[in-house]
């Protein structure tokens, strides 16, 4: 994209309503704008970083054998009222009525429309397991909107549910959807760690969320700092090994974590000093085993192999699409702007020209634009007339990780100069070289991260 021809309307003062880094940021970078209170425009940056966001959850959701699917933002209240949450849900719902008077609302969560879909078609064990997501737009009518897009009103979820026969094997479904979510978060670069939260009036154990830590997190967590040591990398899972995810959950469930709502201080003293932190996190995640609450009453029921009919085992599993674009950026800004990591990076290297109308400069610039796009990777050049430090202050704002800057006096030395956005460090080298090291780089994260996605539509979608 040449900057010339985007729209990206970045703002030199910074807005006096935004109290934290991500919401100032995102408005000064033209990410979003305000609709109404809570409500909110992705402008084509914005738009940009939440569809990578998007994508990244698509393949990992893909990958662990769930299916994408998509149910409508306004539903039927008499669903809800079939579940018994119409009534309890109270004023965070948005209740609308519809020209025939009949009682509509837009829907805060999907578990009511799902069972819905399951009861209708899905009558034997045979059909299990099954696990059924959708990204879709949630409306809850916060008391207190704040903070851009990490408390919204409307804003950008990822809900799955699943359907199994028994308890244990929705365990499984409960374990395989922690571990994609980990895989997920280390994907866009983020240290999400789940934490024991409070299950409400369910009960059990089976609910953890998954939290960022930053000082401006709505959340009090409490933590085995032994914790952040871990990692998933690379490693290959079987998504239908229940041994192998459950010694995966076993690992990052053992340390300490957890909210304030379930936090147990006797235990927590155990821990070495030197390892107690409690801190503030940024809720990114839940993840949720609920067994039969939406099933019995709504119907939800298999012939299992004994021929009986019972109802089916089933857990919800959220996660923040929108609300991440606030958390990545506090977790990655510096006093000049973003810090995108490399996996979620609305245009993976900028392209500063000094001289603009200098024939070899441009020349120069469109041939780096080329090569960085026939490697796959979408560059944003800056090609308008404008000082050099206004170029450089405006990339450092909106957080490219990698800059290749284009002169006259280098251009003579047969050199550009690729600054890393995250060290501020610079070196020189040919354009070429440039390029492969830009391409490297950006590997492990422009390679198809699961076959069929190579060939599916979900990677055409930038
Ligand atoms: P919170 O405690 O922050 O209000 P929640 O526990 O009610 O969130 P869930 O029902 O677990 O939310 O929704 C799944 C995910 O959706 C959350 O982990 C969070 O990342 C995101 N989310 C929830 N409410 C909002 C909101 N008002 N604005 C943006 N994202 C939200
Ligand atoms: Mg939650």
Same mark, same amino acid.
């Given at each position: 994209?040449?900057?010339?021809?985007?729209?990206?309307?970045?703002?030199?003062?910074?807005?006096?309503?935004?109290?934290?880094?991500?919401?100032?940021?995102?408005?000064?970078?033209?990410?979003?704008?305000?609709?109404?209170?809570?409500?909110?425009?992705?402008?084509?940056?914005?738009?940009?970083?939440?569809?990578?966001?998007?994508?990244?959850?698509?393949?990992?959701?893909?990958?662990?054998?769930?299916?994408?699917?998509?149910?409508?933002?306004?539903?039927?209240?008499?669903?809800?009222?079939?579940?018994?949450?119409?009534?309890?849900?109270?004023?965070?719902?948005?209740?609308?009525?519809?020209?025939?008077?009949?009682?509509?609302?837009?829907?805060?969560?999907?578990?009511?429309?799902?069972?819905?879909?399951?009861?209708?078609?899905?009558?034997?064990?045979?059909?299990?397991?099954?696990?059924?997501?959708?990204?879709?737009?949630?409306?809850?009518?916060?008391?207190?909107?704040?903070?851009?897009?990490?408390?919204?009103?409307?804003?950008?979820?990822?809900?799955?549910?699943?359907?199994?026969?028994?308890?244990?094997?929705?365990?499984?479904?409960?374990?395989?959807?922690?571990?994609?979510?980990?895989?997920?978060?280390?994907?866009? $670069?983020?240290?999400?760690?789940?934490?024991?939260?409070?299950?409400?009036?369910? $009960?059990?154990?089976?609910?953890?969320?998954?939290?960022?830590?930053?000082? !401006?997190?709505?959340?009090?967590?409490?933590?085995?700092?032994?914790?952040?040591?871990?990692?998933?990398?690379?490693?290959?899972?079987?998504?239908?090994?229940?041994?192998?995810?459950?010694?995966?959950?076993?690992?990052?469930?053992?340390?300490?974590?957890?909210?304030?709502? !379930?936090?147990?201080?006797?235990?927590?003293?155990?821990?070495?000093?030197?390892?107690?932190?409690?801190?503030?996190?940024?809720?990114?995640?839940?993840?949720?085993?609920?067994?039969?609450?939406?099933?019995?009453?709504?119907?939800?029921?298999?012939?299992?192999?004994?021929?009986?009919?019972?109802?089916?085992?089933?857990?919800?599993?959220?996660? $923040?699409?929108?609300?991440?674009?606030?958390?990545?950026?506090?977790?990655?800004?510096?006093?000049?702007?973003?810090?995108?990591?490399?996996?979620?990076?609305?245009?993976?290297?900028?392209?500063?020209?000094?001289?603009?109308?200098?024939?070899?400069?441009?020349?120069?610039?469109? $041939?780096?634009?080329?090569?960085?796009?026939?490697?796959?990777?979408?560059?944003?050049?800056?090609?308008?007339?404008?000082?050099?430090?206004?170029?450089?202050?405006?990339?450092?704002?909106?957080?490219?990780?990698?800059?290749?800057?284009?002169?006259?006096?280098?251009?003579?030395?047969?050199?550009?100069?690729?600054?890393?956005?995250?060290?501020? !460090?610079?070196?020189?080298?040919?354009?070429?070289?440039?390029?492969?090291?830009?391409?490297?780089?950006?590997?492990?994260?422009?390679?198809?991260?699961?076959?069929?996605?190579?060939?599916?539509?979900?990677?055409?979608?930038?």
């Amino acid at each position: 994209m040449r900057l010339s021809r985007y729209f990206l309307p970045v703002l030199k003062e910074t807005p006096s309503e935004a109290q934290i880094a991500s919401h100032r940021l995102m408005l000064r970078a033209g990410m979003i704008k305000q609709a109404s209170a809570g409500i909110y425009s992705w402008l084509p940056m914005g738009f940009k970083v939440l569809k990578r966001i998007e994508q990244i959850v698509h393949e990992e959701q893909i990958r662990a054998g769930h299916i994408p699917m998509l149910m409508p933002t306004l539903q039927s209240a008499d669903l809800w009222r079939e579940s018994g949450r119409y009534d309890d849900y109270g004023e965070e719902m948005l209740r609308i009525k519809d020209r025939h008077g009949r009682d509509m609302l837009y829907g805060p969560t999907n578990e009511e429309l799902i069972t819905d879909i399951f009861r209708a078609h899905v009558g034997s064990y045979k059909d299990l397991p099954l696990t059924l997501y959708h990204i879709q737009w949630k409306f809850r009518d916060e008391i207190r909107p704040r903070f851009g897009v990490m408390r919204g009103r409307e804003f950008y979820m990822k809900d799955g549910y699943n359907f199994d026969i028994d308890h244990d094997a929705a365990i499984h479904a409960y374990n395989r959807h922690m571990v994609s979510y980990l895989r997920t978060y280390e994907r866009m $670069g983020l240290k999400a760690i789940p934490m024991r939260a409070d299950s409400g009036p369910i $009960g059990g154990e089976d609910t953890h969320e998954f939290l960022v830590l930053a000082d !401006t997190g709505e959340s009090e967590v409490f933590y085995d700092s032994a914790i952040l040591d871990l990692t998933l990398g690379d490693r290959a899972v079987n998504y239908d090994d229940r041994a192998e995810c459950a010694a995966i959950v076993r690992e990052w469930t053992t340390p300490y974590a957890r909210t304030d709502e !379930t936090h147990d201080a006797a235990i927590y003293d155990q821990i070495p000093e030197a390892r107690r932190k409690s801190s503030r996190g940024i809720e990114v995640g839940q993840i949720f085993y609920f067994g039969t609450k939406y099933s019995e009453p709504m119907g939800a029921v298999v012939t299992n192999d004994k021929g009986e009919r019972v109802p089916v085992h089933m857990g919800s599993h959220g996660i $923040g699409v929108s609300r991440l674009v606030g958390a990545l950026i506090e977790a990655n800004h510096d006093e000049n702007g973003i810090i995108w990591p490399e996996g979620v990076t609305p245009f993976h290297c900028g392209i500063v020209n000094l001289k603009q109308g200098d024939a070899e400069v441009d020349a120069a610039c469109a $041939g780096l634009y080329k090569a960085l796009a026939e490697k796959g990777l979408e560059p944003l050049y800056d090609d308008r007339e404008e000082r050099a430090g206004a170029k450089f202050a405006t990339m450092d704002l909106i957080g490219l990780p990698w800059r290749i800057t284009v002169g006259p006096r280098g251009l003579k030395s047969g050199v550009v100069e690729l600054t890393c956005r995250r060290t501020g !460090t610079s070196e020189e080298m040919s354009p070429e070289a440039a390029v492969a090291r830009v391409a490297e780089i950006y590997a492990p994260h422009t390679a198809p991260h699961w076959e069929p996605m190579a060939k599916s539509s979900f990677h055409t979608w930038l």
